[in-house]
């Protein structure tokens, strides 16, 4: 009998391991950019130049003032603050993205020496050194981060938030609507203070 040819498999294990390893870098990258990047509470909306300028002309912002951005998002309203007012800033966001957007764009503006941009979480962040707080965020977050308004601010300080309200514990003083948009202000009198100073840390 005539003995069957033999059928012979080259298997190039440097390929199918380099294959393999690629493969199971790629699954771990994704896992860990998934678990770097921060679930954010507000999306990232842009607010128009000329409602920064109102909130600012809301706020009576100055040389002397102190402004907090909370989530600042590209840095717009204390970039203006300093560079149109005189102003000195901290804006704060969760998102590193637009945080470096914010650094990058104060050094374009040539205010880097007056403003501040940190990565951080809103609802622990130490506001107590603002004269002015500014805000975009949601009616829900504003709700929230509320009591610890009441609790840092010193009294006298002003408040600002683009579109959404603090609730009806804290009526605005003025309200003022700008096509379409709607700005509130609030100062912080000593009835706040004493309730922020009456909550539980």
């Not at 690629?22 to 770097?36: H, M, R, V």
């Not at 601010?153 to 003022?176: C, N, Q, Y």
Request: aromatic letters at 8%.
């Amino acid at each position: 009998m005539e003995s069957q040819p033999r059928i012979r498999i080259r298997i190039r294990l440097p390929g199918l391991f380099l294959f393999a390893l690629f493969w199971a870098l790629g699954i771990a990258g994704a896992q860990a950019q998934a678990q770097t990047t921060p679930k954010l509470d507000v999306p990232y909306v842009p607010t128009p130049k000329n409602i920064v300028n109102r909130m600012l002309d809301l706020a009576k912002v100055g040389k002397n003032d102190v402004l907090y951005d909370l989530g600042c998002g590209d840095g717009r309203i204390v970039i203006t603050a300093a560079k149109d007012r005189g102003a000195t800033g901290v804006g704060i966001d969760l998102n590193p993205v637009r945080i470096e957007e914010a650094k990058a764009n104060a050094k374009t503006a040539g205010v880097e020496s007056q403003v501040e941009f940190m990565v951080g979480d809103l609802f622990k962040a130490d506001v107590s050194k603002a004269t002015v707080v500014t805000l975009y965020l949601l009616p829900e977050v504003n709700r929230k981060i509320r009591p610890m308004l009441w609790k840092q601010l010193k009294v006298g300080t002003r408040v600002v938030s683009h579109d959404f309200d603090m609730g009806a514990e804290w009526p605005p003083e003025r309200e003022e609507r700008i096509g379409g948009k709607t700005l509130y202000y609030w100062t912080i009198t000593p009835a706040q203070k004493a309730a922020g100073n009456s909550t539980k840390s």
